[in-house]
């Protein structure tokens, strides 16, 4: 005997088979229908008919052969496409008239498909794959770490003869290559520009396992001696500084100099070594140990071989190079390795991986609540669906209705969740912080991510628009007609689990609304920090100078001094200076001490060499003392101007003007000042110089004119939008030297937004969408659950309002249930957000993690929504007519 | 409303089906309409198109097969015939029904006596 499910089974492949070769099998069943049509007539025929009455007769006998042409068809095909057609016209009609529970459904499973993509695309591509090259997981870099050493701490940086004996000799990697940062300056017919260049050792390319995309990468002839000089450029320079121009491939530019042919046009996912040029460089063995540790090595991990086994056999090789160039290492170390990209993703990963949770958490809620809006809407339609079935639907025809309604839904919900994500991540992509990525790792829409969070949507709405239809189909006819659904609230393992999912909501959905709104606090804080100095109507710039022509102080005096001149000159400009620091950040450091006083620990300082105008253009205000004059500058005069943190550091706030502070770092660098002493001649408020968490640090500004060295930057304050500053300003710096670059130009408003703004308006962006879309879950969740235990209810209310209860009682008794969940949710939202504080505080500025404003807001503003949701159904229930609601029975 | 009942029928005609053609041997449609019309003596008044919707259902569960073939008057005709799972089918389905029409007589006649 044939179990059923293989009976089912056959049936099935007999219907494919069928639905496959239906022309064919048409004929012949026709056939066979005439066959036995003439042989019934010949029959009556014979039994003494006129012919005209046996072929009625026949075709009395045999039926309606239409009918069984589509009893054929339905038996034999998979499916009945008009009737599915029906069925969709029919679902569609009934939505478009329950436009409300429609919108609602799609609008949750758009949001959670929606949000959820878009977040997991970005983890995708930030965390999962941001490299595109050949084996990426396998690079890693080595740094000698010594024993004393941070963590994180230790030498990147190798000679060429490290990289080659490291290269050479070690037993780990299938393959290593070397970079070596190189400014380059592409001197063109206008003037000079500054490209980000690396030399990159031989079989670079080939390393990476990336062809160009126009072109061809960097061969192994391009680095015998005496090969032409030759570079390839990467794709979004191309784009942005030669216009995306094809025509420029296999020219000749002039970089540092050299005549250079651009061989190649790499893809735009390659940014090896965040380089924009890459120059061919062979490594040699230098003769003495004199050469500065620039290379980065990475190498790819042979398979199989482990990270501690790598550093193990490398550390045998360094120790080997230390017993030679024993300066160079530490007494006590060891050689660590680590994967490329982990640096710049650890600090993402954490937030990341948070956001992860709370999406999929988001995701799973906007599915339970669209199970609670189908079971709410499936109560309600049974009396509809006896009915359906009393007139001869059979069981599957009704679940067929169903699933046509539930698809149509999941469909539209899916639509929307795709264009949510979309859009969600342009806006995410838009708003995330340019230096927390890889430049590597292009955000886009992880289309496998999707499928997935569609599927699980789609397979939600079927599942739950089917499970009520199941019930409903296999229960008795007459109960349903007689009443709809039981005199009091359904199972309670159901409601419990429903009650479960709306705690788990609120909980959830207040724990981002006060991550939300303490961000957002911190954020507005942030804004109103004061920077010490003023940041409107400042573009700036830094100026790369040829280092050839620009060795002493009187070269660059001679530069800056008449573009200075001329920058004032230009129609817009008010004031313009000269510094050694892009503001807002300066990474300038020494020690200092100061005459008359002794310390043994040290007194770490930042400082920076300016003009005069400095503390003009960026109107810093003066608290004692004055600011430099044009002589002193002219003459390298040795005078000082300090900040506040400064005095109250190492002067413990004693009288400044007339002491002597001594820069010690001045006397080593490259060329040295003789003697480093400074004469303190003013006092200037705090001015931001480490990013807004961080406390400024002590600061000494000297005049630019007392050494060579350092960066060179250009402050120029405006009258009118800085923005348009750019050209007139390049063409200056063009007319009196052709041959600098500019470097970082823009307006400082601008620097400081992505700087010390762009992470702190992410984070906070971020929780406010997620906080709002778990709003609006929770809305969602309370109202689908309320509607379907009022509707339940019905007849319960009937009966207590029949006994003399008033339409206010029900409307509380309503408002009640749902409200008792919310504070259960709120109260565990309010712990888990206690317990996370020590998490999200380090992103905090200026507000406590228990900002009892923020808890108060964000409470008040859930329960109110909350609320609302309450409400509807409970006003619906209110107005349940007692003799409608005890006839229902 | 009559799912369960239009179920029954269905099914008795399938057995009625599988019967004749294990009895008789391969035959066509017209042939097994002809059958169970002199078995049942005219008391089932049958659409002998439900006859070919059985058939191909009796098919597709692979317990009839179906082969074109000549007919006695020599036209081209379509000859059915039992399968060994038929068979089985057949035994099993005969007891069933054996069963069923004995409880329900069982149960029809204590309706009598009261």
């Known amino acids: 005997m044939s179990s059923p499910r293989e009976s089912r089974l056959r049936t099935f492949g007999a219907k494919l088979r069928g639905f496959l070769s239906k022309y064919r099998h048409d004929d012949d069943f026709d056939d066979e229908i005439r066959q036995h049509l003439d042989l019934l007539t010949e029959k009556f025929v014979k039994q003494g008919m006129r012919r005209e009455d046996a072929v009625v007769a026949a075709r009395r006998q045999f039926g309606n052969t239409t009918l069984l042409q589509e009893d054929r068809r339905e038996l034999q095909t998979l499916t009945s496409v008009e009737a599915w057609w029906l069925d969709l016209r029919y679902a569609v009609r009934t939505l478009w008239r329950n436009g409300a529970f429609a919108a609602v459904s799609i609008a949750t499973l758009g949001l959670g498909i929606g949000a959820a993509t878009a977040i997991f695309s970005v983890i995708d591509n930030v965390l999962l794959t941001p490299f595109p090259y050949k084996d990426a997981r396998r690079i890693v870099f080595p740094r000698i770490h010594g024993a004393q050493q941070g963590q994180d701490d230790g030498r990147q940086g190798y000679t060429p003869t490290e990289v080659l004996e490291f290269a050479e000799n070690n037993h780990v990697f299938d393959g290593t290559t070397a970079a070596n940062e190189d400014l380059i300056l592409y001197k063109h017919g206008g003037g000079t520009e500054q490209f980000e260049g690396a030399d990159v050792t031989p ?13 061809r990468v960097l061969q192994p002839s391009d680095y015998e001696p005496g090969a032409p000089p030759v570079f390839v450029l990467r794709y979004k320079t191309w784009r942005e500084r030669f216009n995306g121009d094809l025509s420029i491939l296999n020219t000749t530019l002039v970089l540092n100099g050299t005549a250079r042919t651009l061989v190649g046009i790499m893809p735009p996912r390659f940014g090896w070594y965040d380089a924009e040029v890459y120059i061919p460089e062979k490594l040699t063995r230098d003769a003495t140990s004199g050469s500065f540790p620039s290379w980065f090595l990475v190498g790819r991990l042979k398979p199989g071989v482990s ?22 290492y530490p007494a006590e170390f060891s050689v660590l390795v680590r994967q490329i990209g982990d640096t710049v993703i650890g600090r993402f990963e954490a937030t990341l991986y948070t956001v992860l949770a709370a999406v ?33 639907a059979g069981r599957r025809r009704l679940v067929r209705l169903l699933m046509v309604e539930s698809l149509v839904l999941a469909i539209a919900g899916a639509m929307l969740g795709i264009f949510v994500a979309w859009a969600g991540l342009k806006f995410l992509v838009a708003t995330m912080p340019q230096d927390l990525i890889p430049t590597e790792s292009v955000i886009e829409l992880n289309a496998p991510v999707l499928a997935f969070m569609l599927c699980v949507a789609v397979l939600t709405a079927l599942t739950f628009g089917l499970a009520p239809a199941l019930q409903s189909s296999r229960r008795d006819l007459n109960d ?25 909501e609120v909980a959830l959905s207040l724990t981002l609304l006060i991550g939300a709104g303490l961000l957002m606090r911190s954020f507005v804080a942030l804004r109103e920090v004061n920077l010490g100095m003023r940041a409107d109507h400042v573009f700036q710039t830094g100026l790369v100078l040829p280092a050839e022509r620009y060795k ?28 050694s620091a892009l503001p807002p950040s300066n990474y300038n450091e020494t020690n200092v001490d100061i005459a008359g006083k002794t310390h043994l620990e040290e007194w770490p300082t930042t400082f920076q060499q300016v003009s005069e105008e400095y503390f003009r253009v960026l109107r810093i205000e003066f608290k004692q003392g004055r600011g430099f004059s044009e002589a002193e500058v002219n003459d390298a005069r040795r005078v000082a101007v300090v900040n506040e943190t400064f005095l109250r550091k190492y002067l413990s706030n004693e009288k400044p003007i007339g002491q002597r502070v001594r820069l010690a770092s001045l006397e080593t660098m490259p060329d040295p000042v003789h003697d480093g002493s400074f004469e303190i001649i003013g006092v200037v408020g705090d001015v931001t110089n480490r990013g807004l968490q961080t406390p400024i640090e002590p600061e000494v500004w000297l005049p630019y004119t007392i050494n060579a060295a350092g960066p060179q930057v250009v402050i120029v304050h405006t009258s009118q939008d800085p923005g348009t500053m750019m050209h007139g300003v390049r063409q200056e710096v063009w007319n009196t030297d052709s041959g600098v670059a500019l470097a970082f130009a823009g307006t400082l408003n601008d620097r400081i937004n ?7 308006r992410f984070g906070f962006l971020l929780m406010t969408i997620f906080g709002c879309t778990g709003l609006i879950l929770v809305m969602v969740g309370v109202y689908s659950l309320l509607a379907y235990s009022t509707t339940r209810k019905t007849h319960e209310i009937g009966i207590r309002m029949a006994l003399g209860a008033k339409r206010g009682d029900v409307l509380g008794m309503v408002v009640r249930s749902g409200l008792r969940l919310v504070v259960v949710g709120i109260a565990i939202g309010v712990a888990i957000s206690m317990a996370l504080g020590r998490v999200i505080g380090t992103q905090l500025v200026g507000v406590s993690v228990y900002d009892p404003e923020t808890l108060a807001a964000t409470t008040l503003l859930l329960t109110l929504t909350a609320a609302i949701a309450c409400w509807i159904p409970a006003r619906r229930a209110a107005r349940v007519d007692p003799v409608v609601a005890l006839r229902y029975q | 409303m009559d799912i369960k009942k239009s179920e029954v029928l269905q099914g008795t005609l399938d057995l009625m089906i599988l019967k004749t053609l294990h009895a008789l041997g391969p035959m066509h449609g017209f042939g097994v309409a002809r059958r169970i019309e002199q078995v049942s003596r005219d008391i089932l008044q049958l659409n002998e198109g439900t006859v070919y919707t059985s058939l191909l259902r009796l098919q597709q ?3 009839i097969t179906a082969e074109w073939g000549l ?16 068979q089985k089918q057949l035994e099993v389905e005969t007891e069933n029904w054996e069963r069923i029409s004995g409880v329900i007589g069982r149960v029809l006649r204590l309706e009598g006596e009261r």
């Not at chain 1, 501690?308 to 090789?317: K, S």
């Not at chain 1, 809407?377 to 669906?385: D, H, L, M, S, V």
């Not at chain 2, 007919?71 to 038929?86: D, H, L, V």
């Open chain 1, 203 to 215: 079989g670079t390319f080939e390393f990476l396992g990336m062809p160009a995309l126009h072109g």
């Open chain 1, 307 to 328: 990270q501690q086994q790598a550093e193990a056999d490398l550390t045998v090789i360094a120790k080997r190079l230390a017993k030679t160039y024993p300066q160079s």
């Open chain 1, 360 to 392: 999929g958490l988001l995701l799973l809620i906007a599915c339970s609540n669209v199970a609670n809006l189908m079971l709410a809407r499936a109560t309600t339609r049974e009396k509809e669906f006896a009915l359906r079935a009393a007139l001869g």
């Open chain 1, 480 to 504: 349903s007609l007689r009443d709809s659904g039981k005199g009091v609230s359904g199972g309670f393992r159901g409601r419990w689990l429903r009650d479960t999912v709306v705690v788990i």
């Open chain 1, 552 to 579: 002493t102080v009187q070269q660059v005096t001679n530069f800056i001094r008449p573009l200075l001149v001329r920058l004032k000159a230009l129609p817009g400009v008010v004031d313009a200076a000269e510094s």
């Open chain 1, 754 to 760: 992505q700087r010390l703004y762009a992470g702190a």
């Open chain 2, 61 to 63: 569960r692979g317990w």
């Open chain 2, 71 to 86: 007919s006695e008057n020599n036209r081209k005709a379509k000859f059915y015939s039992i399968t060994k799972r038929g």
